[in-house]
């Protein structure tokens, strides 16, 4: 308590517990002030409590949350830290007008995680086994206790497959790529077609402007028919490129899916990844011949 007022003659005296609080707040106030978010600092275990530990920083209290003892899920606090442990903290968050310190105790601890992204790394090529499919994609285990997944889109070169269960199985061996790592989020991104050529690298030299091609019919929109060349290379007639003499509403009034067909290749479109193709410039142009004719 502070003395507030002395009277000597009634031999009285008057305490305040009430202005030693207010100035301890104020002293945990400006030392809260004093630090700064990432600092690193050393205390003491006060208590420990199912939602995680107190510690004193040089006279404030500070909180660990459960969640920020361990990189692994932790059940029971006092299985990690003890009442009078000497510790080092990280500062996670400072709120000075109510005197709350957030502190971090795993962030000082080596990321479990950060092994496999050592062992792991970008670009690299692996073999795993197929552990689930998924409707957008597959997991797939490169280690007991390490997985990832390989998204729909990275299954092959070109339009990806309607269901990933029309490529693979559970328990099949797959070649991947790693795409990215998140320490963090304890993620990896799988790659299945980057472990096999892209086969548009080579799209100029083998569907230059004129060539012949043979194709399937595969599906329509309402402007034209998407055929397969070959795996992860698609092309595209447009209705209007079916025939010189004639015009169709729709593809389909001429064309059959899984119809083989020759085709001559217009163009490449790179960023579409498509190659457009034609069947009517398989043969010459009749209205070129009347119009000779005329002349």
Do not use: C
């Not at 990896?188 to 100029?204: C, E, N, R, Y």
Request: net charge neutral.
């Amino acid at each position: 308590v502070k003395i507030i007022k002395l009277n000597r003659q009634r031999k009285n005296i008057v305490v305040s517990r009430k202005e030693v609080i207010e100035a301890e707040l104020e002293a945990q106030r400006m030392k809260l002030l004093s630090m700064k978010v990432g600092d690193v600092v050393e205390g003491v275990v006060k208590n420990v409590t199912d939602f995680g530990v107190f510690v004193d920083v040089g006279g404030v209290d500070g909180l660990i949350h459960i969640s920020d003892l361990s990189w692994t899920k932790v059940d029971d606090p006092s299985s990690i830290l003890k009442p009078g442990d000497q510790v080092k903290v990280k500062v996670l968050d400072i709120d000075p007008e109510n005197n709350r310190l957030s502190l971090g105790y795993k962030q000082l601890q080596p990321h479990p995680f950060e092994q496999v992204a050592k062992k792991y790394p970008i670009g690299s090529l692996h073999k795993g086994t197929v552990k689930k499919i998924l409707d957008f994609g597959v997991i797939v285990e490169l280690e007991p206790g390490v997985e990832g997944l390989v998204h729909i889109t990275e299954m092959r070169w070109g339009k990806p497959p309607v269901h990933p269960s029309e490529m693979v199985k559970e328990g099949d061996k797959v070649d991947v790529v790693v795409l990215n790592v998140d320490i963090e989020k304890q993620r990896i991104s799988l790659g299945m077609k980057q472990a096999t050529p892209d086969p548009w690298s080579l799209i100029d030299e083998k569907y230059a402007e004129g060539t012949v091609v043979r194709g399937t019919i595969k599906d329509f929109d309402s402007q034209g028919a998407f055929v397969e060349l070959e795996d992860g290379i698609q092309g595209y007639l447009h209705v209007g490129d079916i025939s010189w003499t004639k015009k169709y509403k729709s593809p389909e009034e001429a064309l059959k899916r899984g119809q083989k067909l020759r085709f001559k290749v217009l163009s490449t479109d790179k960023r579409g990844r498509m190659v457009i193709l034609s069947l009517k410039h398989m043969r010459p142009n009749p209205w070129e011949e009347i119009e000779k004719t005329l002349l």
